[in-house]
Structure formats: structure tokens, C-alpha cells
């Protein structure tokens, strides 16, 4: 057969292809000969033609996928066109509306000062009319409780009202920084600008359909993660095929220095003409009319204006939402420096209005196929454990009376609160039998605190505590956490004065769309130091949520949850989180007694007597103020309840002094300046390494480049050398380079004392040690303050950073490839390179030096690296 040709197969043979295509779609030459041997009907085919055939094939189905793809983009840029279309004309009428409002009060004030009377008060009555003509008052009359009629002009009020902040020009709409249109952005967020209470607008685009979207929305409870409950009370049908309902909701208090709200509200839903589906909710009051909600305890009744969604049918598949949410939540009932929470529209946008669009998202690509999930886990149990850490988080902070949470006596000091919970369905949940854990006597302790920071922002703080836990954490507070998962816990709790003896893994398990939530398994390695300690060497693990870690998110909360699990990590796992939240506040221009409204908030002030230094009131101005709310909790026995309770309170303040520790440290330069340098390490162990540390580079590297053919100079004053070509014997001028050898290390005699650790720690150049362990990775061991900072950590938490971590693939293969060298010469030069800091910035360095250090004994004791010239990138 000539090859050459067309081959027009038959419906057979094509069949034949295409079931061995579906198995295999590029067969090997041998499966292709097997083929048209296992297949008489290819037997008239060459297996260059059947190769052929593959390939056009699989350029067909390239060819398919790519055509699918660039249709759905197609429908996403026609209905994002539609949409910018329709927003487009919603800013022209609304700057007619202000070129109007602008020439009317120039007109009053040209009216006003060419008349010589006083007519004040008249044009006060003239401009009050004209605000009531453009923003009419709606006049309620009192509805009958029992008469649907009432509650239908009540919710068609409601749906008018919704639709012109949707699509017209009854809230000025700002856009919110950071949230640009596009087919694959989240939406277009607004929030709103001089109107009563706080509002957030958003639209955008979803492959889901009308009604499944709606579904969702009306879950509240499945996305709003400050939603306590939500409860239908009634509901009325109406004429027009829509429903009505009475709901009552409750939602958490974001930190314990304020009240929970909770709202009794009307929702309508109904279809408009053009097959819109629109959900719409205001509250009830008094004025409005309509039935008295349920009567509110430890709770404060906030007001819903009116708010909703607006569902439209995209053309192709999917919806384009609407969402509009206006709230007032009775500010004026929290401290002031806790109002920011209240009267923030970027933090609604986020809590709420953003939230919302981004769970319809997550629910479409689940429904598509489009996430992978690892660990054999279904989203939707995914989702189930992060809202079970969120609520059990939520619920320790709030501590309400009807979960059967109960105040415990204090010590005397109030920074700490602990509350007990003898309810045995706050620890086991409503899904698991009391027999599971029926050698608990006692029930659930908690333990928490809030405070002010100042400077620190909370991406930055969440990402420090979530990568450095042995900063903040105590292994032996943990080991007593996982031990109340078995059948015998520990006794008494048990805690090390050492801190965190093991090291920390962080496994994947689970992220949103746009990375903003992450969740995954922490595995924390113990290491036992004696035999008593060997109930601590073994490794625990925790299921841990983090969300916030984007630090040009506007007004987004800032979140660290996590809790004890088993090795199983079963599905219905009993969860009881403990974590940090941090909350922005809106910048303010106050004075600085504003920032001592918080109890914990003179901890924080700068100097013994608390003076702030001079510029300090100028930074409150910057959005760096936020709030820290913390809270663990503990299951106990009953006759252990006050150990437990001693145990706990101690804990949470030494947590409280070390986040005060690393606030301080992560803060911005131009504010750690301020605070002056890190303290100076003076132990013995720190002197003793300082020495040997300087003696091996003035043996090794001094010596070494004089028995090279280096000339040690007046160059070695300056900290540089000038080093030869191979061959050059004393070191020609002819292609040589200048190295730098920090000289002035060793310019102190080695009998002074604390005299070279000072000269270490201040030094311009980031100093390293590593430990040198054949079986196991480089850990640092020390590092100067120029190190710390170079790699944005502390004393304590560097030993949880590897060497292999901070250097990219370049600098590992030139460290392999100089390890050796190392190891014998004593010392090696490093070129130019880029490594990363512990919160993953990018620091250039132009040159770095290794040498080996030696201890008493001449035994290899750790390497030691100094990064020459380094700056972040």
C-alpha cells in the first residue's frame, strides 16, 4: 500500500481505533503492531498510517477542548461585557444625579448671597425639601401581624428599595481597591460612601443555574461564618408564586470585648418579568410594622436594611448575581476603639458580600470537576471541617449561656477569661454518643484574651504563627491536648519550661479558589530528651485552618484554627479548636489615649513608663491598628478543674507575651527602629560559640588564603582580599577578583570576653550557623541580629528553619558542590546568589562564605555562613 495516499478507513475500522484510543491515546509502536494483528479488519493497514491516525486524532481532541474552552470564555467576556454595560449606566445616572445635586445647591448659594435678609431657616426648609424629594421617606403604616396582605406590601417595599441599590443610584457605590473585572475575577465589589449603616455591593458571574444558585444563598449558614444560627419561623405564600418568610438570626461576636447581634427579618422571594429570581430582606422594626421577633437576651438586635440578590440567566448557562448587603449594627453599643468593626464597609464586603460570591464559585468548580482534592476526602466533608473549626472557634470566643458555657472565678487579674462547659454535647456534637467519651467526668475549659496591636499587620502575624509554632507554642500544653483524645489522658497537664522540643510538618489537605483559606493536617515530630519524657516522643497532629494570608486584601480578617486529631482522622472527628484572630480596624486620626481602651493594651506601650516616642501618633494614622482575640480550650476532669484551669491561664498569658514578642519583632523597620535593637544573647553557650566561631575563620579562612597564594594585606582590614588566578603565585593583578573576608572578626583578641559576641552581633553582614548531621538537615543554630533579620525571624524560632530551605536551586548545588571542600580546606567561597527569608521574600546577597567551626576538642561543631552585602529584592 502506498503510504503516501489518503487511507479512507471504514465504520469498523474506526470503531476498532477509537475503543483502543479511549484505553491508550498514544500506543507504542509494539501495541500498534499487536493491534493490527489482535484486529483482521486493520490488517490492509500500515502501521505508519495507524500512527497517523493517532496523532490526527489526538489533535482533534486538542483541537475539541481548546474550541470548549475559548466558547467559555467567550460566554464569560459577553455576559462581564453585558455587565460592564449595565454598570457603566449605572455610574452615568448617577453623576447626572450629582451634576444635578451640584447645580442645585450653587443655585441656593448664588440665591443666598445676592438677598440681604437673613432667609437661613428658609433655605434650610427649601434644601430639607429637596433631600426629601430626592430620597423620599417611606411613611409606614402599622401592618396587621396576622395579615398577609400587610406583610406582602411590607416585602414589596423591600424588593423596590433592593433593586435601586442593586442597579440604580440610591447608595453612593465606591469601588473597593483590589477588585478588578474579568472573566476569571471575583466580581466587581463596591461599598458604600455617606449612607446609614454600612453597605457592600458585588456582582459577578457563576456556572451555576438561578435556582441552585438562590438555594445556596438562602443557606446562609453553609458560607457566613459569623452566622450562629438561622431559623425559619414562618412562611407565607403569595399570589404571585413568591414566599415569604420570618427568620430569626443570630451571629458571633468577632472578639470578646463586644455583644453578639442578632436580627428578625422578613425575606421574600419571588421572579420578576424578565425571569430574574430575586431574593430581597430588610429587618422589622416597630416603624416598619409586621410581627415582634423573638425577644433578645444576651444579644444585641442590629437592623438589616434593605438587602438581597438579584439572579439572572446568563445566555449559554450560569447567572450573573447581584448581591447587596446593608446592615447597621448599633455601633454606638461597643467601645470606641472597637466602632471601626461596625462602621467598616470593607469589612462587611469581605465578612459577608465577598464570602458569598466566593462559596457560589467554589460550589460551581466543584460541581465541574475542576478541583482535586487529595487524601480521598469529597469536598463537601472538606467544607464540613472547616466550618466545624470556624464555629467551635467562634463559639469559645462568644461563650453563650445557652450552649452552657458558665463564668469561672479569677485569680485577681482580668486579662484572661475562663469559661467551663459541663454540657457533654459541646465537646461530642450532636453526631456522636456520650459512650465514645464517657471517661470524661468533667467537660471543656476555655481560655482566652483580646488585645490591641499596634503596627503589625495580620496577614504578616497569622503567616508567622502558622510557620513558626514553636515561637508561640509549648509541646507539652499540645501533648496534653492529643492525650484527651485516648481512652486514659494525661493527669495533669504537662508543661516544659523548654518549650518545643520536636518540629513541625505542614500536609495539604484542601484550598479555596483564590487561595484565601487553606486547610490542612500539621504534623508536630516530638523528640524525647530523658526516659521520663518518652509519653512526648511521638508525633500528634492537628487539623488547622488558616485564612487571611493576603496582605493587600482590604479589611479581611486574619485567621489561625486549629485542633487535636488522631492518627485516623475520621470523618465525624470530635473537634475542639483553639487560634488566633486578628481583625483590621479602619485607619483613625485619634489621639493616643484611643488605643488604651483595650486591657491588654498598655502591655504593648513602648518604654518602662509607657511614654511614646515622638512620631508614634503619626503611625496610628496608618491602617496598622487591629485586634487580637485569642482563645484555647481544654477538655478536663472534674477533679482536675482548677489544675486545668491554673494551666490554662498561665498559658494564654505566656502565648500573649510571645505574639507580643513577634508583633514586635515582624513589625515594619521604621518601627522596629524605634524600639531599638534585639536584645543581645549572654549566655555561656552563646560566648563559647562566639569564640569558636571567630577562631575558625581567622585559622581557616586567614591561613588558607595565604597558603592559596592570596595576599593578606591591608586588604584584610578592610574585610576583602585580593585573590589570584590559579597560578599567579602571590596573587597578580591579572584576572583576579576581590574577596571579602569580614577582617575585622577577628581584630579582637580572644580573651575579651563578650567583647566578640558583641562584635558577631552587630555586625554589618548576616552571620549563619548550621548545625552538620549526616542523617539529617542543616537546622540554624544561631545567626546575628543582621542574620535574624535577613531571614524576618527570631532567636527562638530559628531553629524550625532548614539551610535547604532558604536557598534556591542554584545555591543548593553550589553548596553540594562546595561541601566537600568545606569539610577539608576548612572553608569555601560562594558566588552571588538569591535565598528566601522565613516569610518567604526574596534576599539577594552579592557573595557568602562558608568555614567550618570547630569546638575544644577539634571536633566539627556546626558551619557557620556569612551573606556579604544582602538586601531583599
Known amino acids: 500500500m502506498d503510504t503516501s495516499k489518503y487511507v479512507r ?52 481532541e486538542k483541537q475539541r477542548k481548546e474550541a470548549s474552552r475559548l466558547q467559555t470564555v467567550n460566554r464569560k467576556l459577553t455576559a462581564m461585557n453585558k455587565l460592564l454595560m449595565e454598570e457603566n449606566d449605572r455610574l452615568q445616572k448617577q453623576v447626572s444625579h450629582l451634576v444635578y445635586e451640584n447645580g442645585y445647591m450653587r443655585t441656593q448659594l448664588q440665591s443666598a448671597s445676592g438677598t440681604t435678609t437673613d432667609n437661613s431657616c428658609e433655605s434650610v426648609v427649601m434644601s430639607g425639601q429637596h433631600q426629601q424629594q430626592q430620597n423620599p421617606t417611606p411613611q409606614h403604616q402599622h401592618r396587621d401581624a396576622n395579615n398577609p396582605a400587610g406583610l406582602l406590601a411590607i416585602a414589596e417595599e423591600a424588593l423596590a428599595e433592593f433593586l435601586s441599590k442593586a442597579t440604580g443610584t440610591a447608595v453612593d457605590w465606591v469601588q473597593m481597591i483590589g477588585m478588578k473585572p474579568g472573566p476569571d475575577s471575583i466580581g466587581i465589589v463596591a461599598i458604600s460612601r455617606n449612607c446609614s449603616g454600612v453597605a457592600a455591593r458585588a456582582c459577578g458571574l457563576v456556572s451555576l443555574e438561578p435556582t441552585k444558585v438562590a438555594e445556596i444563598l438562602k443557606d446562609r449558614p453553609s458560607w457566613f461564618r459569623d452566622c450562629r444560627c438561622l431559623d425559619v419561623l414562618s412562611v407565607v405564600p403569595t399570589g404571585n408564586g413568591g414566599t415569604i418568610e420570618l427568620i430569626y438570626m443570630q451571629t458571633y461576636a468577632p472578639t470578646t470585648l463586644a455583644a453578639a447581634r442578632d436580627f428578625w427579618t422578613l425575606r421574600y422571594t419571588t421572579s420578576l418579568e424578565d425571569g430574574s429570581l430575586v431574593i430581597c430582606e430588610r429587618s422589622l422594626t416597630s416603624s416598619i410594622g409586621g410581627p415582634a421577633g423573638p425577644p433578645t437576651t444576651s444579644f444585641v438586635r442590629a437592623e438589616m436594611l434593605p438587602s438581597g440578590y438579584l439572579i439572572r440567566p446568563c445566555e449559554g448557562g450560569g447567572s450573573i448575581i447581584h448581591i447587596v448587603d446593608h446592615v447597621d449594627l448599633d455601633a454606638w453599643s461597643v467601645p470606641e476603639v472597637l466602632r471601626p468593626l461596625y462602621e467598616s464597609s470593607k469589612i462587611l464586603a469581605q465578612k459577608i458580600t465577598i464570602a458569598a460570591l466566593r462559596h457560589i464559585r467554589q460550589i460551581a468548580q466543584e460541581t465541574s470537576g475542576e478541583i482535586q482534592y487529595g487524601g480521598g476526602r469529597q469536598p463537601a466533608v472538606l467544607r464540613t471541617f472547616s466550618q466545624r473549626l470556624c464555629r467551635g472557634f467562634n463559639d469559645a470566643i462568644n461563650g453563650f449561656a445557652d450552649d452552657g458555657w458558665s463564668l469561672l472565678g479569677s485569680d485577681g487579674v482580668e486579662d484572661v477569661t475562663i469559661m467551663i462547659n459541663s454540657s457533654p454535647n459541646k465537646f461530642l456534637g450532636s453526631q456522636y454518643s456520650a459512650a465514645m467519651f464517657s471517661t470524661f467526668g468533667g467537660g471543656v475549659l476555655c481560655a482566652k484574651a483580646s488585645m490591641l496591636l499596634q503596627n503589625v499587620p495580620p496577614a504578616l502575624l497569622v503567616h508567622f504563627l502558622r510557620e513558626h509554632r514553636s515561637e ?141 516616642p ?118 597578580g593583578e591579572s584576572g583576579g577578583v576581590w574577596i571579602h573576608t569580614g577582617g575585622e572578626l577577628f581584630r579582637i583578641d580572644s580573651q575579651a570576653g563578650d567583647a566578640i559576641l558583641k562584635q558577631l552581633w552587630h555586625h554589618s553582614d548576616a552571620l549563619l550557623c548550621c548545625s552538620v548531621k549526616t542523617n539529617a538537615s542543616p537546622v540554624f543554630t544561631f545567626a546575628n541580629h543582621a542574620g535574624l533579620d535577613m531571614l524576618e525571624t527570631t532567636l527562638v524560632a530559628l531553629q524550625d528553619i532548614m539551610l535547604d530551605k532558604i536557598l534556591d536551586e542554584t545555591g543548593r548545588k553550589i553548596l553540594c558542590s562546595e561541601f566537600s571542600k568545606i569539610m577539608q580546606q576548612g572553608f569555601a567561597h560562594l558566588p552571588a546568589g538569591i535565598c528566601v527569608s522565613s516569610m518567604g521574600r526574596p534576599v539577594s546577597y552579592e557573595q557568602a562564605i562558608a568555614w567550618k567551626v570547630l569546638n575544644d576538642d577539634d571536633s566539627n561543631h556546626c558551619l557557620a555562613f556569612m551573606f556579604v552585602n544582602w538586601s531583599f529584592v
Open 472 to 612: 508561640w507554642a509549648d509541646y507539652g500544653v499540645d501533648a496534653y491536648s492529643a492525650a484527651c483524645l485516648k481512652a486514659s489522658p494525661y493527669a495533669v497537664p504537662c508543661t516544659r519550661p523548654g518549650g518545643f522540643p520536636g518540629s513541625q510538618v505542614i500536609l495539604p489537605l484542601a484550598h479555596t479558589v483564590e487561595h484565601e483559606e487553606f486547610l490542612e493536617v500539621v504534623r508536630l515530630e516530638g523528640h524525647a530528651f530523658s526516659p521520663e519524657d518518652m509519653a512526648l516522643a511521638r508525633d500528634m497532629y492537628l487539623l488547622q485552618l488558616c485564612s487571611g494570608l493576603d496582605e493587600n486584601a482590604v479589611g479581611a480578617c486574619a485567621q489561625l484554627v486549629f485542633a487535636p486529631i488522631d492518627e485516623s482522622f475520621a470523618d465525624d472527628a470530635p473537634l475542639l479548636p483553639s487560634g488566633f484572630r486578628v481583625i483590621p480596624l479602619d485607619p483613625k486620626t485619634d489621639g493616643p489615649a484611643a488605643t488604651r481602651t483595650l486591657d491588654l493594651a498598655s502591655t504593648l506601650e513602648v518604654g518602662a513608663s509607657g511614654a511614646r
Open 614 to 731: 515622638a512620631g508614634e501618633a503619626d503611625l496610628n494614622s496608618c491602617n496598622l491598628r487591629s485586634v487580637l482575640t485569642i482563645a484555647f480550650q481544654f477538655s478536663f476532669e472534674s477533679h482536675l478543674r482548677d489544675n486545668v484551669a491554673s494551666m490554662a491561664r498561665q498559658y494564654v498569658r505566656s502565648v500573649v507575651a510571645s505574639v507580643q514578642r513577634v508583633a514586635m519583632a515582624i513589625s515594619p523597620s521604621r518601627i522596629s527602629s524605634q524600639m531599638g535593637p534585639k536584645p543581645l544573647p549572654g549566655s555561656p553557650e552563646a560566648l563559647t560559640l562566639a569564640r569558636w566561631i571567630c577562631r575558625g575563620y581567622r585559622v581557616r579562612i586567614t591561613i588558607g588564603h595565604r597558603r592559596f597564594g592570596n595576599e593578606v594585606s591591608e586588604g584584610s582590614v578592610r574585610g576583602e582580599v585580593w585573590r589570584g588566578r590559579v597560578g599567579d603565585g602571590c596573587g
Open 9 to 60: 478507513y471504514t465504520p469498523e475500522q474506526v470503531e476498532a481505533l477509537e475503543r483502543v484510543y479511549s484505553e491508550c491515546p498514544k500506543p507504542s509502536s509494539l501495541r500498534r503492531q499487536q493491534l493490527i494483528r489482535e484486529c483482521p479488519i486493520l490488517s490492509n493497514i500500515e502501521p505508519k498510517q495507524i500512527k497517523v491516525w493517532f496523532q490526527n486524532r489526538r489533535c482533534r
